[in-house]
């Protein structure tokens, strides 16, 4: 093969590493280890047929030797598009533009929250909230780093854990809005004490994020060590599933107890001498009677985005939904963006008012 100066050291590196990788492999017993090693030697041979088809190029006078070259080319331009796919670790190319867009939408629900929050004095969704939203933002800004380098490991992982836990802070800021309905219009009709819908589902959440970094972190160890990481796979897809069936309870608690006092129904109005009359003022704002629906579709968007994530995660990590952007950007981050927008002209402290809870956490 005539090689000019300038390609010799790559080649003679390349022609090293092959002589190394061709050494290894043929002893290798570890199945992800051969398959790595594998890969590497496809890419090795590519490349030096991509040198050497270049090099043809330059030099060919006939055409047959020019088609051939061409022809060359074409194949380990191929074959090194395939294995760099395939090395991926997103399976694709994050898109700049929408990620991008979707760090500034989350930095302006980050800032609007923390200043309500702060503004208002709803403590603990105030800060459900600006945790649940800035970690969104940090999300998306590792996917927005990922959009120029996606092989950046940790952009990677910074997406992954920070896109797969916010929600379990939103939805801890949902939750204890429903122990402040039943306040608001009665215990009576509630299944539980005000309190314990937080405590409980808050509980599920913190097992559910357990539950997933368990999982992650077992499916993370195995892919250092080039083995099969289905078992932590497996058990972030448990952990996804728990959150998912938590939230179905929840669901159904939440639509009984306002089946229970007629919301929206007919004699809706006439019970309101059957609700605790200290909240009245409260009930009697114009804005608070759309309040409930407002939790109730906040909740649904965090539960669409959480089933989504569940089968997202059962195909694997190369799976269909996983390597087509377009899936996530709907049912993940336009659902998680949803839910942060409504509570900006609903939020506790407008409907509730500054400072105040119906009910604290004893």
Known sequence: MSLSTEFAPVVTSLQSQLASLTSVIATETNTQKFLQESRSIEYAYASLQQISASQALLTASDSSVSASATAGLSHASEVLSSLSKADNIYGMDPSLGGNVAMTIIMGIFFIAHTGMGWFYQTWWFGISYFLGSALEMIGYIGRSVSAGDS?????????????????????????????????????????????WYSYIFIACDIVSLLVQGTGGGIASAAAKRYESGQTGTDIMVGGLAFQVVSMSVFLLMY????????????????????????????????????????????????????IYRVVELSEGWKGYLMIHEIYFMILDALMMALTCLIFIPFHPGIMIGKGFYCCTWY
């Not at 920070?162 to 219009?185: D, E, K, R, S």
């Not at 107890?257 to 919301?263: L, S």
């Not at 009359?277 to 409260?282: H, L, T």
């Open 255 to 306: 639509g009984h107890f306002f089946w229970k006092i007629k919301y929206l129904r007919s004699g809706f109005k006439e019970m309101e001498n059957q609700f605790p009359e200290e909240f009245a003022s409260i009930r009697a704002k114009p804005s608070f009677k759309w309040f409930p629906l407002v939790v109730f579709l906040g909740t649904i968007f965090v539960y669409v985005r959480s």
């Open 151 to 195: 092989d950046n490991k940790d952009a990677y992982m910074v997406q992954i854990v920070c896109l797969t836990i916010a929600p379990c802070f939103i939805m801890a800021g949902i939750y204890f809005l429903l122990a402040q309905f039943v306040m608001v219009y009665g215990q009576k009709y509630a299944i539980l004490k005000p309190i």
